[in-house]
């Protein structure tokens, strides 16, 4: 049972003065302070987000507080323009690969914790996680996620031949990873191994509920994690994905510091998060707490994924299968932009279905064909693409191209070769069908007759067998 002192009272009067380089929580807790802005100047600050230049902290915190309903579907209106002019109605697909659950920590949320007597552990080594590989691969996935608790031995230099095995033995173009925060040592490892994203969630911003479900383990220290990036950047790792897990503490104060702790990465790297995940507290089997009294609804979690799309309009948001398909649907058009699909949260779950071992429960639990096959009949270009890293396309470099919305004309062509790809090699009768069409129309809409032809030539040489083509 969740019986903590400080939870059930009002935040804002327990915010500790303490400023750490990363998030100021007096200034939030002095930005939250106006939490019912009037209607006017609701839609002024809509009005400016709607340019899709991103909002400064104080803002965001107005479009966190919607006055009324009205406003409130304003807020989702203009966040679905947003997301349609940046990123159009591409969706990008990977699956996570969870390749340990032995942990040393004991968040108290998590079913891979140290404490917890009823799951059965185990690691995967170097074969058995390439068999799964292999498994993803059969399905379509051409970028995966590998996931690991946080034990003594779980090795970097593990993970490091691992990343090396996946792209020289498998069809698999970009391995992101999921780990506890590594040395600046450790992230030049995993970097020269050929990481895409290296992605942390800090799970609470708000240092004494950190405290609180992080009771042991390296992960009790709060600053070791939120520096995690910092270190990461220093080895030269400039694409990194960040994440709260909603459900811990006030959602509108974690938005605020993740917005936070994204500025001063950009201030002091010149490059802001590459993805934003937002995945919420979900029951999991032996954890200490089921919930808390911090739950986000369904209408939040909307609110959450809209305002980030307006703050952080150039950042991909990454929606997990903890979601449920209908859910996932009306993120899409809010501003989730990457999803997984086909997920398993358990090592080996991919070739052992059925086992308990998991981490938390998964809602959505449709095969890749099938959110495939779902996507296509909502009009959303499902794309497998990798170019951009491939290209050295990430960072900085990545940034300014999308910022003055150059990578729109290069991802939106990329979608359609690796969706095209995904049709020959892996769909479904069914799925084919859908996406031929969907690929046509999306052809008639392009106005640049060249590209249209260089699309037309290079779909025929993939039906002549020839894979991997990217601009
Ligand atoms: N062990 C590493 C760590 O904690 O950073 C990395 C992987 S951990 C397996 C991945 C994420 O799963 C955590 O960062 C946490 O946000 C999320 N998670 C843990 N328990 C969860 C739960 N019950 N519901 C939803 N997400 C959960
Ligand atoms: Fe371990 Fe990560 Fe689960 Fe915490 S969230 S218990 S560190 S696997």
Not at 13 to 39: C, F, G, W
Not at 153 to 165: Q, R, T
Not at 388 to 409: N, P, Q, W
Not at 432 to 441: P, Q, T, Y
Request: charged share 25%; aromatic share 10%; glycine share 8%.
């Amino acid at each position: 049972m969740f019986h903590v002192k400080h939870a059930v009272k009002n935040f804002l009067t327990e915010v500790v003065n303490n400023m750490t380089d990363y998030i100021s929580e007096e200034q939030i807790a002095m930005y939250l302070e106006h939490r019912k802005p009037d209607k006017k100047h609701y839609v002024d600050v809509l009005s400016k987000a709607a340019e899709g230049k991103g909002l400064l902290i104080e803002e965001t915190a107005v479009l966190l507080s919607p006055p009324d309903e009205e406003t409130k579907h304003l807020l989702f209106n203009t966040a679905g323009k947003v997301k349609q002019q940046i990123y159009g109605t591409r969706i990008v697909l990977f699956a996570p690969l969870y390749l340990s659950n032995y942990c040393g920590n004991n968040c108290l949320y998590c079913g891979f914790r140290k404490d917890n007597k009823i799951i059965k552990r185990r690691k995967l080594n170097n074969e058995e996680a390439l068999e799964e590989v292999k498994l993803l691969e059969k399905q379509g996935h051409k970028r995966l996620l590998l996931v690991t608790g946080e034990a003594s031995g779980s090795g970097v230099e593990y993970l490091a031949d691992l990343i090396g095995d996946i792209y020289a033995l498998t069809d698999i173009r970009r391995v992101n990873i999921n780990v506890a925060p590594l040395t600046v040592d450790e992230f030049r490892m995993v970097k020269e191994a050929g990481i895409g994203t290296y992605q942390l969630f800090q799970e609470t911003y708000h240092q004494p509920s950190y405290k609180y479900y992080h009771p042991s383990g390296k992960k009790s220290d709060y600053q070791w994690r939120i520096s995690a990036f910092d270190r990461a950047m220093e080895a030269g790792i400039d694409d990194i994905g960040m994440g709260v897990l909603f459900g811990l503490y006030n959602y509108k104060f974690e938005v605020l510091a993740l917005c936070q702790h994204a500025e001063y990465l950009e201030r002091k790297f010149g490059v802001g998060p590459h993805t934003v995940s937002v995945p919420r507290l979900k029951r999991a089997p032996g954890a200490e707490i089921q919930t808390t009294p911090w739950m986000v609804d369904d209408e939040e979690l909307k609110i959450i994924v809209a305002v980030l799309r307006l703050a952080l309009p150039y950042t991909g948001i990454i929606l997990s299968t903890r979601e449920s398909q209908q859910l996932r649907n009306e993120l899409l058009g809010l501003g989730v932009s990457q999803i997984s699909a086909g997920s398993s949260t358990s090592p080996g779950g991919y070739s052992s279905s059925g086992d308990n071992n998991v981490q938390f429960e998964v809602h959505d639990t449709r095969s890749l064909d099938e959110v495939v096959a779902s996507l296509c009949k909502d009009g959303y270009i499902p794309s497998f693409c990798t170019a951009c890293y491939r290209r050295h396309r990430t960072g900085e470099a990545f940034m300014s191209l999308a910022k003055v919305g150059d990578i729109k004309e290069l991802c939106l062509p990329n979608a359609l070769l690796t969706f095209k790809e995904n049709l020959l090699d892996y769909a479904s009768q069914e799925t084919k069908k859908l996406g031929e069409n969907l690929i046509g129309k999306e052809l008639c809409l392009l106005k640049n007759e060249a590209l249209v032809n260089e699309l037309k030539s290079r779909f025929e040489r993939m039906n002549r067998g020839e894979r991997d083509l990217y601009f």
